[in-house]
């Protein structure tokens, strides 16, 4: 495990969450990107000491394949997810003109009542 | 057997493709779809009967070893739940289908196939004896429900969307980061094989993973404080997908965290998560009280009963594991058909909020009647399958001398009935008000209607065989339990 990767990891998650605590849906997205690629390399540094690939290189010692194959499904499915966050993001910019998450309505509503009025 | 397993996860794929392919023919799209789940639901009954036989059944797909390939495990506690959560989707496409050509239905062209692939995805999710499996499972279910959630594209379901989606996306992202620990950890991500290893590490790292996948899990399953987008976002859907979400899409959660946290052995997180539960319970019970429309009411209700099945966890006993999985079995249908009645009930009066319904017992007895069983149910009144969940989960609190959790699930409960009998008085009672302003009833044609109604009496009479059936059923949750307490058997079957 090397120090840079980890410290990559910390670095982007950082970065990841900051992002993801802004209101606009954008940030939202990038944020995400960012911290599903801090636990891609996650898990790519769980698989240990980096070495030749598996099988084609014909050493006895070799990186950890499985692994990387979890961080490759990993990748495929948060890649779908960024691009259906996009959308997202598109159809409220259609519907409202801005990308905002808003606060829930209907809490408002409630909060807003006047004693006894709940009914 | 192994293709009964293989059917319960492929079958509604299948059938999900099948109605797509076939998406211009409203006729054969939904008999591809029901196929589809059907036959999972069928396979998983033909699996509860053969494993609760014979014991369990191991799948390694493709015969690789368990630390390298996908593991399929059919345990009891698995093949338990499981036909019961699909028999709920086959009601609600059921139900889907009569409503559908409604204003208040989804888009029937994606609703079938998605359910197909949410269906395959709840089957993984239970059946998976690895957790990175249980990831794609879990992703599975959530990708099929953010479409289903926004496939209309009406504001508010955009923006309740984004909430939905951007929390589990955390959640998934914290599971992803949860496996590279477990991974570096153990140097496996099998269930039994981490379970194994997992006693061998220092308790701090152990209780540090336990806790890590509370949080991932417990916010897949709506636990205090982590339930804030649940409200948000279910009441916005159409009936049909805010049912299945509401009968499943949590109680997914807690069955993870009742698998992983009982086959780790994380007792000494027992006093966090019995405190969590508490406040889950209470929580979400007053919540319930607050609002003033019927399916916000209902939202609020899952949170409060995600807190007895974490309460039935937290125990840490076979009897308190038999309560909890009691309440799961009774929970998700009756869950499932109070969202339906609520949809029967915004298709009859033109909308769900107390303030613009009222006097529909009188037009209407049938659901009313409808309504009041679940209702009943769900609070925990004798001799409705509610009442013997509770009891049982009570119960084991009481045999553990944990008073004040005992305490707290008794005021949930209380809470609980004032809520139901509030929606009761605004919708069931009192003068039917002319809001013509406010409300559009979709009547849709008879035919459609009598699909619905036969839907919701389905799944009422299923609840009810729960309750006369609670004698068979405590005893094979008791046995479920006993083999969640005692992992050996488990992990033997896995890797013997």
Do not use: C
């Amino acid at each position: 495990m090397s120090a840079a990767l980890v410290l990559t990891i910390g670095g982007l998650t950082t970065v990841g969450i900051y992002l993801i605590t802004a209101r606009s849906l954008s940030r939202i997205i990038l944020g995400f990107s960012l911290i599903s690629h801090a636990a891609v390399l996650g898990l790519l540094t769980a698989g240990g000491s980096p070495g030749p690939a598996p099988i084609v290189s014909g050493e006895a010692v070799t990186a950890n394949p499985v692994p990387q194959a979890l961080a490759l499904t990993a990748i495929v499915i948060s890649f779908g997810l960024s691009l259906f966050l996009l959308a997202l993001a598109g159809r409220q910019h259609t519907l409202t003109g801005d990308d905002l998450v808003e606060d829930d309505i209907e809490d408002r509503a409630i909060a807003g009542l006047p004693q006894g009025e709940n009914r | 057997m192994s293709a009964l397993v293989a059917l319960t996860i492929v079958g509604p794929l299948v059938g999900a493709a099948l109605g797509l392919a076939l998406r211009r023919n409203s006729q054969l799209r939904d008999i591809a779809a029901l196929l589809g789940i059907g036959s999972a639901a069928v396979g998983s009954f033909a699996l509860l009967s053969q494993v609760s036989a014979n014991g369990t059944t191991v799948v390694r797909v493709g015969g690789w070893a368990p630390e390298l390939g996908i593991i399929l495990v059919a345990d009891l506690f698995a093949v338990l739940v499981l036909p019961i959560a699909l028999a709920i989707i086959f009601v609600v496409e059921i139900f889907a289908i009569g409503q559908r050509r409604t204003a208040w239905g989804a888009n029937p062209e994606l609703a079938g196939p998605l359910l197909g692939i949410l269906t395959s995805g709840v089957s993984l999710a239970m059946l998976t004896g690895d957790l990175f499996t249980l990831f794609v499972a879990f992703e599975l279910i959530l990708v099929s429900s953010y479409v289903l959630l926004t496939h209309q594209g009406q504001a508010a379901q955009i923006q309740a969307g984004m909430t939905y989606v951007v929390m589990n996306l955390f959640a998934s992202t914290l599971f992803l980061f949860g496996l590279g620990f477990i991974y570096a950890a153990t140097g496996t991500v099998n269930i039994a094989l981490v379970a194994e290893r997992i006693h061998d590490l220092p308790d701090g790292v152990r209780l540090g993973l336990g806790s890590w996948f509370l949080i991932v899990f417990g916010t897949k399953a709506a636990i205090f404080p982590l339930f804030s987008w649940l409200p948000d976002s279910y009441p916005t859907a159409p009936t049909t997908i805010t049912a299945v979400f509401a009968g499943l899409l949590t109680k997914i959660g807690i069955y993870a965290m009742i698998r992983l946290h009982t086959l780790t052995s994380m007792e000494e997180l027992g006093p966090v998560m019995l405190v969590i539960a508490g406040a889950t319970m209470i929580i979400g019970a007053i919540g319930a009280l607050a609002q003033s429309d019927v399916k916000r009411i209902l939202s609020f209700h899952i949170i409060s009963q995600v807190g007895y099945m974490l309460m039935g966890l937290a125990l840490f006993s076979e009897a308190g594991l038999t309560g909890a999985i009691l309440f799961l079995v009774h929970h998700m249908p009756v869950k499932t058909v109070l969202f339906l009645v609520g949809g029967l009930i915004a298709n009859a009066e033109g909308s769900s909020r107390l303030r613009y319904t009222g006097g529909l017992a009188k037009r209407s007895p049938l659901i009313a009647a409808l309504f009041a069983i679940p209702a009943l149910s769900l609070a925990g009144i004798p001799p409705f399958s509610g009442f013997v969940a509770k009891l049982a989960v009570i119960r084991a609190g009481i045999e553990a001398n944990s008073t004040p959790i005992v305490v707290a699930a008794l005021i949930a409960g209380v809470l609980t009935l004032l809520s139901m009998a509030k929606i009761w008085l605004g919708v069931f009672w009192g003068p039917s008000v002319d809001r013509s302003d406010h409300n559009h009833p979709v009547s849709g044609p008879p035919g459609n209607r009598r699909t619905m109604y036969a839907a919701t009496s389905l799944a009422v009479a299923g609840t009810l065989a729960i309750s006369v059936m609670a004698g068979p059923l405590f005893d094979l949750s008791e046995r479920a339990g006993a083999g969640l307490r005692s992992p050996s058997a488990y992990i033997e079957a896995v890797n013997p």
